[in-house]
Each structure stands twice: as C-alpha cells, then as structure tokens.
C-alpha cells in the first residue's frame, strides 16, 4: 500500500488524478494492473485507454500502469475503494474481501466452457453482484473480463487425483474463495501476491502454483516448476474497476464513454483470452510435464454449501439463481 500511496501522491502533483471536468477540460486517470506487458490484459487495458481517448475526442486520458507498478492487487483494490486509485483491472476474487457473496462469481467447476462463462457474465445475477459491490465499497466495475480457465503448475508432485493435494503449500491470490476452495481439496493454501510468487516456488517456500497457462508463462514460472495439471478447476472473471467518486467526477458523456469503451475491450479480451490461452498450453508442453487428472475426483470434494463466504441468505440465494443458468 505504501507503493500506491507514494507513487500517487507524486501523481497527484503533476495532476494526474481525475478532477471534476468543470475544473478542468482534460483529464488524466491511472489505471493499474499486475500483469506484464505482453499479456493480454495489458493489450486490452491500452485498447480500452484507446477507446476512451477516440470516444471523448482526447479530453479524457488512460495512463496505463502494467506490471504491478503501482503495487500489488489487493493495494489497488484498497486504493479504489479509498479514492487513492482511479482504475484498474481487478480480479472478482478480490471482492470478497469486502462483499463475501461476490464469491459467487469465482466458485470452483462454476463453468462449464466459455460461452456458459459469458452467459453468466450477461446475467442479472452478475448485475446484482456488480450494485452489492458498488454500495458497500464505492467501487463501480465498470465490465467483467472473461479470463482462461485455471489450471494447477507443482514444482515436484504430480497432481492426478485431489488426494495428490493433501497438504501441499499452493500459491493461491490473496482471495478468501481461493483459500475456501483449496482447503476443500486438502491443500495447505498460501496466499501470496502476484510478484512474490517466483521466488516462493524457487526457495520452496510453496510447492505449486495454481493460474492460467498464460500468466504462468509471461510470469516464467515454468523455470521453477515441473508439472502443468489440466484441472481447469477455477474460471475467476477479472473486471475493470474504478473509483465511484472518480467516476462521478466525470460528466455523463464522458461518463458513458468509459462504459462503451468498457463494453469493446470485453469482447476483445475474450478472443485475445482463448488465443492466448491456446498458445501458452502449448509452448508450456514443450517446457512441462502435462498431467491429465481425474476431474471427478476433485469435483466430487467441493461443496458449495460449506463454502462460509456464500452461506448467508443472500449467498444462498445468488448460488441458487448462478447455478440454474445454463
């Protein structure tokens, strides 16, 4: 958090945090994300700065942060809700923090395949889950971001069956439904930021990591791990957000460019995302033992009702209504 803080309030004197647009003609908002510069969320966060730029006739400004730059997920997920951060790209694992039901949207084997994933992101249940957010922690997703199923990367287990998890450290994001989730399967779940995970595999801190080929292979941890197991066991939706009071700062025009521009760059993240997706797979089998486990034998563990962050009415409801789309 210190990170963001510093290297924001030195923003804040060049004038880089949004100011209201009576104040100002031009404005010029940060926008982070952990991932490095040639992964796809990347590419999707300069087209959306693009967008906006084209859409407000260069008024409004998307200087775009990659690499974790100005500090780690959950920092900057604490910074929207402060005010400190005017956008970023944010995984929907992180809001549980705050809004527990919003686990909803990353349960394990939630998702059948892309197209049941986009179903769901179009749903009015993930219209709910996007106002409980907005009212409790005065961040607004302005689009969900279909991201590739995840799949499980050991450093010297192989992992065929669930039972193969018994007790194993897994990196896990700092996310309750990923602990919940990895405590069903028996693993010993480490939460540990993005940056920090190369290290901890290399010095044993943990002993897998669990995430989408694509972000195993731009991250190279496929330098210090040997096996890739095809579980697709998590599709976690990531979003991008923004400071409601930065939002609100802006006039409706420009206001209702950010959603449009927000609604474009979603349909190109979903093509970039199966591409993607497809070519790390296959470089990383030139690089990895693939592991084809027994999916039943890691579905047959997983409860959604012993699952804490849903189990309130309101969770119970928003599983009900997330499990009947089909």
């Known amino acids: 958090m210190k990170t963001l803080l510093s290297t924001l309030a030195a923003a804040a004197l060049l004038g880089l945090i949004a100011c209201p647009v009576q104040a100002q003609q031009k404005v010029t908002m940060n926008f982070s994300h952990q991932m490095p510069a040639d992964h796809t ?8 700065a693009e967008l906006v730029k084209e859409k407000t006739n260069g008024n409004v400004i998307v200087k775009v942060f990659p690499s974790g730059a100005l500090g780690g997920e959950k920092d900057n997920a604490a910074g929207l809700k402060s005010g400190m951060l005017d956008m970023g790209i944010i995984a929907v694992e992180q809001y549980p923090s705050f809004v527990p039901e919003s686990a909803v949207m990353v349960l394990p084997y939630l998702y059948r395949d892309y197209d ?5 992101l179009d749903s009015d249940v993930a219209q709910d889950v996007k106002q ?3 009212d409790k922690t005065g961040i607004r997703i302005l689009t969900f971001l279909p991201m590739a199923f995840r799949q499980m990367f050991t450093v010297d287990t192989p992992i065929r069956l669930a ?5 194993l450290k897994m990196r896990v994001p700092e996310s309750p439904i990923y602990v919940a989730a990895f405590k069903q399967y028996g693993a010993a779940p480490t939460p540990l930021a993005f940056g920090e995970v190369y290290a901890a595999l290399q010095t044993g801190v943990v002993k897998g990591v669990e995430n ?3 972000a195993i292979l731009t991250a190279s941890f496929f330098e210090v791990t040997k096996y890739m197991t095809l579980s697709n066991h998590i599709e ?3 979003t991008i957000s923004m400071s409601d009071a930065a939002f609100k700062k802006l006039s409706p025009e420009y206001q209702a460019a950010l959603l449009s521009a927000a609604a474009e760059a979603e349909k190109l993240d979903l093509e970039l995302t199966v591409k993607a997706d497809t070519a790390a797979r296959e470089v990383l089998k ?3 033992t693939v592991i084809q486990p027994d999916i039943a034998s890691f579905t047959s563990v997983i409860n959604y009702g012993d699952i ?3 189990s309130s009415d309101k969770g119970k409801e928003l599983v009900k209504r997330i499990t009947a789309i089909k």
């Open 212 to 214: 989408t080929p694509e």
């Open 132 to 134: 409980m957010i907005a």
């Open 116 to 120: 049941h994933l986009q179903r769901v």
């Open 41 to 48: 969320l990347n590419t999707v966060a300069l087209k959306f």
């Open 163 to 167: 039972a193969d998890l018994k007790g």
């Open 308 to 310: 804490s962050l849903v």
């Open 236 to 238: 976690g939706p990531s």
């Open 286 to 288: 030139t690089k990895l």
